[in-house]
């Protein structure tokens, strides 16, 4: 048998039960380890002993950005300075940087599902991988790169921008696959296409992260490169950083690393556990980090559990792509609205490219008016503008229940990033 790094556990049972031996034990850990953590427990009236079932959890307080702001520069960390050796920091302005401490168990955990996240797209160590993220303290190029290694493949760590080398390095090294964002992804395609390069290189998978990208994006990238397969990796600096979880081949949803932490879907207003299949935001408790646990943390992002077994086998439970973030839900006339949600109305029309902006705004009436800015798809004739507007609007109106103004451009007109793209534009308050 070839090393596996998928989990112990073969049933969900024992899974659950691996869950509550290591819930009782974060709580514990957190419990005596962190003043913070403390002092939330016993404000919440409960003990570290507490926790006897799963369903215990939702007695724990949350934890949120804030608590990682007010400790800043180590916040909540629960051991002593002499057991961390590493720390990653998310970007932001001083005093709004989230820092988080690493222990050696941490970081030896966090490589272990990264080459999860392979093993799951189905490369082995034939592979070569170009690792085109960042690198250093705000960015995980280096989990990228220690799972590759762990998993066996080969690595090329290329970072990030700097197209030239990039697509030299597709050419010359003969990379199979490549991570990056799917600005960069698409900015790669595109390139490669321009200089003719298609047939020189040899890549056939692509994995994702780091930002919400539209089906239509996708499907540009990989007919431009002819790719045989795209993965989603999610990650956030709070939670270890990218590598928690990844699609499987069969792209029913992402299938989280459940052995490591619990991820609840509550109501962004009420906090309770929505129905399952429904969006909520993702609250997660961690299960084996020492460094800078997890209890509740909310992390404002905004998916939907979904139901099932995939037909892959696994027993990790999967959500489906982020949807978006609470902060970035729009309330638009009374009605919310997930960014993500527009991305999925509009990929299901042929005619228009993958990039797009929502624009809102209030007019002298006093109502609100969304217009959306979308590119026609390369080679369509303006003259369909009026036929391919209708289309836009109507299938908005049928999946979100709003009405959008919708106005086409040239492709490649809206502006592009090696980062990520700003798509809502909201400009009620200037009005
Ligand atoms: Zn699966």
Avoid at 66 to 83: A, C, I, M, N, R
Avoid at 90 to 114: A, N, P
Avoid at 193 to 200: E, P, Y
Avoid at 368 to 377: N, S, W
Wanted: aromatic share 8%.
């Amino acid at each position: 048998m070839p090393k596996t790094f998928m989990p112990e556990m073969k049933t969900v049972e024992e899974l659950r039960n691996h869950q509550l031996k290591k819930l009782k034990w974060t709580v514990a850990h957190s419990y005596n380890g962190s003043s913070a953590y403390k002092k939330k427990m016993d404000d919440a009236g409960l003990q570290s002993g507490d926790i006897h079932s799963l369903d215990d959890l939702r007695h724990l307080p949350f934890t949120t950005a804030t608590d990682l702001q007010e400790g800043y520069p180590f916040p909540l960390l629960s051991v002593p300075f002499s057991k961390v050796v590493r720390i990653h920091a998310s970007s932001g302005t001083t005093g709004k940087r989230k820092v988080l401490c690493y222990t050696q168990k941490d970081i030896d955990d966090w490589t272990h599902f990264f080459a999860r996240c392979y093993e799951m797209a189905g490369l082995t160590s034939e592979d070569r991988i170009q690792i085109a993220v960042g690198y250093g303290v705000w960015t995980a190029g280096i989990s990228f790169q220690m799972g590759c290694e762990a998993f066996g493949a080969m690595a090329i760590p290329a970072g990030p921008g700097n197209l030239d080398m990039q697509c030299q390095f597709l050419v010359d090294f003969q990379t199979t696959a490549i991570m990056c964002t799917a600005s960069m992804g698409l900015l790669m395609a595109e390139e490669v296409n321009k200089r003719g390069l298609k047939d020189r290189i040899n890549l056939k998978k692509m994995t994702i992260g780091s930002e919400r990208s539209s089906d239509a994006m996708r499907k540009r990238i990989r007919d431009l490169l002819d790719l045989d397969d795209m993965f989603d990796v999610p990650g956030m600096t709070e939670l270890y950083g990218p590598g928690t979880g990844l699609d499987c081949i069969y792209h029913t949803g992402i299938h989280y690393w459940a052995d490591y932490y619990i991820l609840e879907i509550l109501d962004p207003n009420t906090l309770d556990p929505v129905p399952e299949g429904e969006i909520g935001e993702m609250v997660v408790t961690t299960l084996e980090k020492e460094g800078v646990p997890l209890i509740r943390y909310r992390t404002r992002d905004l998916t939907k559990m979904i139901p099932g077994q995939c037909p892959c086998g696994s027993i990790l439970p999967r959500h489906d792509r982020i949807l978006g973030r609470s902060d970035d839900m729009i309330i638009f006339r009374a009605v919310n609205i997930y960014p993500g949600q527009v991305d999925h109305a509009l990929s299901g029309i042929e005619g228009i490219g993958s990039e797009y902006q929502i624009v809102l705004g209030r007019k002298n009436d006093g109502k609100d008016y969304m217009t959306l800015k979308v590119e026609r798809a390369q080679g369509v004739d303006p003259g369909q503008d009026s036929e391919l507007g209708g289309k836009i609007k109507g299938e908005i109106k049928k999946q979100i229940m709003v009405s959008a103004d919708v106005e086409l451009f040239e492709y490649g007109s809206l502006p592009r990033s090696e980062r990520k793209s700003k798509r809502v534009f909201d400009n009620r308050d200037n009005c």
